[in-house]
């Protein structure tokens, strides 16, 4: 059996360990178009903030790939003939495959601004454009970022270690507005302007003007030696559009991560799949969601039938010092919010339905396993019980007696009754 897969990262790696779990001889080629081998996207913010120290940032080593005996081609894909079942790269090779994934993952939304093709005006997705970023950076230099998610947050904090001057324009009111609600992101941004970072919310830019400036639409102009642009990704659904695969905003895939083409599989960012809290098909760019359905996805090319249940939106992350952790989904039907907090820790639960649907954490880290495993088996806790722990304010002591006693339910234990 003859395996390509397009992209080299997370899903990629996900799929050669699920291809050899089943077939351990069938030829494996990989196409790298970054030719930077399959490394971990998060960390290249730290990176940027640390190049010397973070300069080995690899997801899966070229020994993971030469272990498992895959061919590993520095090469863009440009076309997949379906017909004879090939794959056209840029160099003109031509690849004959059996079975093919798509891992093409995601890149920049680049918002088209007058002057954003300005060489100070640049992306912040790849090892490549941190490497760019810090061919410009030193100490005294002021930086503008477009955009308050977790890839603007992050290029944010790395810039300010290096001792940049940043302001970051969000054109919503409050930042993070798809993880955060508004009092999670007010006490965010508290911290984040404690430590020098400077926030403009409810402002677009409207043009990069060639003199290093930055205007917006209020008609205020912010110095800029560099900007990043952190307003968003799309999926590289391409190749699969180009082939005739019914793409939506990401590449439509079944259960087994199979596209319209029986013999072309698609996993991680590129793909829609099932929201868990939300119960709709969806774009989910989050790591391990991309290097469980690539593990998956393998396995079925090789001729297994693994069934994916579906994953829920859930981000973890540390930002100057303080760990947010945000997952599930609140939707318009929230009946019922429970806040606490002190000068330094925030927890937030949105109910639906009597069900939690979200909750957001900050620096609570312990209780966000036992909150994720709720939003995810959708365990039903009475709501009294929730208030009665959270008024003594949340700890693991926190987590209701009914979620032991469900979990010991869905776990098959004997007597569910509590003495
Ligand atoms: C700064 C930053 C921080 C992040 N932080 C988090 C986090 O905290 N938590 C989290 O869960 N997720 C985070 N993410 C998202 C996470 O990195 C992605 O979900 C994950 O990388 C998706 O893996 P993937 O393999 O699907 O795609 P990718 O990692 O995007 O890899 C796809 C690869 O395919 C290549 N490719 C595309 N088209 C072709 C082609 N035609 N030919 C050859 N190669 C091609 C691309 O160049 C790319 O190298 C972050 C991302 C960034 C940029």
């Not at 010397?52 to 272990?67: G, L, M």
């Not at 003109?92 to 994934?101: K, P, T, V």
């Not at 909750?359 to 396993?369: D, F, K, M, R, V």
Request: proline share 5%; hydrophobic share 40%.
């Amino acid at each position: 059996m003859k395996y390509v897969i397009v992209g080299a990262c997370i899903a990629a790696a996900g799929a050669v360990e699920g291809i050899r779990t089943v077939d351990p001889r069938g030829e494996i080629a990989v196409i790298d178009g970054e030719k930077r081998g399959s490394y971990t996207r998060p960390l290249i913010s730290y990176f940027l903030a640390e190049p010397e120290r973070f300069i080995n940032i690899d997801y899966r080593s070229p020994a993971f790939f030469a272990k498992h005996n895959v061919r590993l081609l520095p090469a863009r894909a440009e076309r997949i003939d379906r017909q004879q079942k090939q794959l056209l790269l840029d160099n003109g090779e031509a690849i004959d495959y059996d079975r093919l994934l798509l891992a093409t993952g995601a890149r920049p939304w680049i918002p088209a601004i007058p002057g954003v093709e300005q060489d100070w005006v640049k992306s912040f997705y790849t090892i490549a454009d941190a490497e760019s970023i810090n061919e410009l950076v030193d100490a005294d230099k002021e930086m503008v970022i477009i955009g308050s998610g977790l890839i603007g947050m992050k290029a944010a904090e790395a810039s300010l270690k290096q001792g940049l001057r940043v302001s970051l324009v969000e054109k919503e009111e409050t930042i993070m507005p798809r993880i955060m609600t508004a009092e999670a992101a007010f006490i965010m941004r508290k911290h984040l302007e404690d430590c020098g970072l400077n926030i403009i919310t409810a402002e677009e830019v409207v043009a990069f003007l060639p003199e290093h400036m930055v205007k917006l639409r209020s008609g205020e102009h912010l110095r800029a030696d560099i900007v990043i642009m952190a307003a968003g990704t799309r999926p590289q659904t391409e190749l699969a559009t180009a082939c005739g695969l019914i793409v939506h905003k990401g590449i439509e895939v079944d259960a087994q991560f199979r596209t319209s083409d029986p013999d072309i599989f698609a996993a991680g960012d590129v793909i829609e799949t099932l929201n868990l809290c939300s119960g709709q098909t969806e774009l989910m760019a989050l790591l391990p969601h991309a290097h469980r359905e690539g593990l998956l996805a393998g396995a079925n090319m090789a001729g297994e039938e693994n069934h994916y249940q579906g994953g829920i939106p859930l981000n973890s992350v540390s930002l100057m010092g303080w760990h947010i952790c945000s997952a599930g989904e609140a939707g318009k039907e929230a009946d019922k919010i429970l806040r606490w907090q002190n000068e330094r820790q925030y927890l937030e639960l949105i109910f639906e339905k009597g069900y939690l649907s979200k909750y957001i954490a900050i620096n609570l880290p312990e209780i966000s396993g036992p909150l994720t495993t709720m939003l995810e088996k959708k365990l039903m806790i009475p709501q009294s019980e929730w208030e009665e722990l959270m008024s003594s304010g949340p700890s693991l002591s926190i987590i209701p007696a009914t979620y032991w006693q469900e979990i010991r339910r869905l776990e098959g234990y004997g007597n569910t009754e509590c003495c």
